[in-house]
Every structure is written in structure tokens, then in C-alpha cells.
């Protein structure tokens, strides 16, 4: 069976020339804690938004992309493997990633999630809260997204994860808060800006987010960072522009700069409270050159490089 973990081997191999290809390992328990990728092989939630279909080809195409990066990050590399959306059943998917997102933090590892559409937020979710148990945590949720994803639908799809997480938080008197950088006005209904005003989610336009807004934008997260104790953080790819990632199910006409995603980001990991993360919306047909694959290894590269694991963050069983 063909790998996607190949790439270029540096002489000697060893130490500071090592790739991530040589250093992945598939996970077996036990595990000395470090970096888990889980991959969520799902079209269906694109498919139930009316989206263009091909997201489940991202996990291994972000694992291709990233075989060639340089190891910095600290402790193991795991590859998970992947969770498959079978037969349209995308309830049953989600509800095996939500538990392996929940074993892989009792084994306090830091996930660190493929997909897929961004039907991989509600599970990501559900596996962190049933992680945390009865321990009283206020979670913060960070999603990088054109779309605040708070459809209501008969159907879950990649449009309704947020208000899921917000439904199932109410119902269960969890304490969570959400919020949405590069959220477009040419991309959300006023229902669904209302829908967010009324559930006291944050957020932040694409328009709030230019490169000389910048400051105003990191004192803006770092404060409602301050309110929190751990977090999830979703990276939704087409929030950023179509130039830099045209293979993704709904390419964005304006989007925010990558220079101004990635500082964002490095704003919430410095916090050290993420505890789970993810790369959503990579649809590989539609990706010219492989750009928006090379964009998200990048993102992967620099998530993994600042991951917390095995720290009294999380709450081992």
C-alpha cells in the first residue's frame, strides 16, 4: 500500500536534517505523549451544505504536503490514521472521531486534525468535552473562517458545526465561548450575523483584519484569550483568499493575508491553552499546483512547532 509519508532524505540522516517523513510513526498504545494526526475523510458535509465536493481527499494530500517539512517541533509525531465517512453516514464518523479525539487526549497527546470539510468541528468538540469530564473548564473555541457556521439545517452538515457546539453546550451546561476571525459580509446571510449576535459570539470581519489593523486584532483575540482556560482551534482554509487557496469548497473572493492569519494564530498557541486543533476545507481537485496543500502544511508546520502536550492542561482520567 502506497505511503503518503515520503520525501527528500539529508545527509546524514540524523538529527537537525530530518524530515517529518522520517520521524512519523504510526500510533500504538502506549504512547509517550506528542503530536497525533487524525484525519477526517468526509465529503458529505460539503455535500449537504451544496458545496463542491473533494475535501476527503485532504487528509492525505495534507500528509503528502507536509512529508518534506523540517522536523522543529519537540517530542513524537504520530499518525493517528483516519476516521472514514462511509455510505453518507456522517453522524456514525463523527462520532468515532469525537471518541479517538477524546482517547487521544487522555493520552495526552495533542491532536491535531486533517479533514475533510469542516463537519470535523462538532466531533473535535464533543471529543474535548467528554475528555474534560465534570472538571469545570471554560472553553474557548477560535475558528479562522469566511463563514461563522452557524446554519441551522435538518441535517448537520459543514455549515452547522458551530451552532451544534453551542446547542450541545447549552443542553449540557457547558462553558463555552466562541469566536470567528475573517468572517465575510458577501459570505453570511444577516440571519446568520443576527444568529451570532444573539449567541454572543465574537468575531471579526475580513475587513478588520488588514495588515495595518493588525495590532488592534491581537490585543482584541489576547484579551478574550484571558477569558479562558483551554482551547480549540479550527482553521477553515477558505478563509483565506483565492489566490493563495483556490482549492477549497467555497474560494474566497477577499479573505485575510496568510502574513496576518499566521501572526493571529501564533497569538492564540502562545497562550499555551490549546489543547486540540485542525485544517479543514482542503478539496485537492480543485487546487491548482497543490497551492492551498503547501499552504496548509505550512499551518501544520507551524501549529505542531508550538503544541502543548503532557501538561497539566489537559486531565488525564
Known sequence: MTTPWQGRIDQPQQGDTLRWHQVVQPLAAPATPGIALLGLVSDEGVRRNGG??????????IRAAASNLPVWHR?????????????????????????????LLDGRHFPLGLGGGHEIAYPSYLGLIDHLGRRARRVGIVNFDAHFDLRAQAL???????????????????DVLYMCLGVSTAANTRHLFSTAESRGVRYLQDEQLAPWALESARQFLAQWLGEVDVVYMSLCLDVLPQSVAPGVSAPNARGVGIET??????????????????????????????????VAARLLHRIAGAAHFATTTCVTR
Not at 53 to 60: H, I, K, M, T, V
Not at 81 to 94: K, N, W
Open 52 to 61: 463542491r465536493p473533494g475535501a476527503a481527499q485532504g487528509p492525505d494530500v
Open 75 to 103: 517530542g513524537p509525531l504520530y499518525d493517528a490514521g483516519d476516521v472514514v465517512c462511509a455510505g453518507g453516514d456522517l453522524e456514525t464518523a463523527q462520532s468515532e472521531y469525537a471518541a479517538r479525539i477524546a482517547a
Open 156 to 174: 448537520p452538515s459543514s455549515g452547522t458545526p458551530f451552532l451544534q457546539i453551542l446547542d450541545h453546550a447549552l443542553r449540557h451546561g457547558h
Open 261 to 294: 492569519l499566521e501572526a493571529l494564530v501564533d497569538v492564540v498557541l502562545s497562550t499555551g491553552k490549546v489543547v486540540v486543533a485542525d485544517i479543514a476545507e482542503l478539496s485537492p481537485p480543485h487546487d491548482r499546483d497543490a497551492a492551498t496543500a503547501r
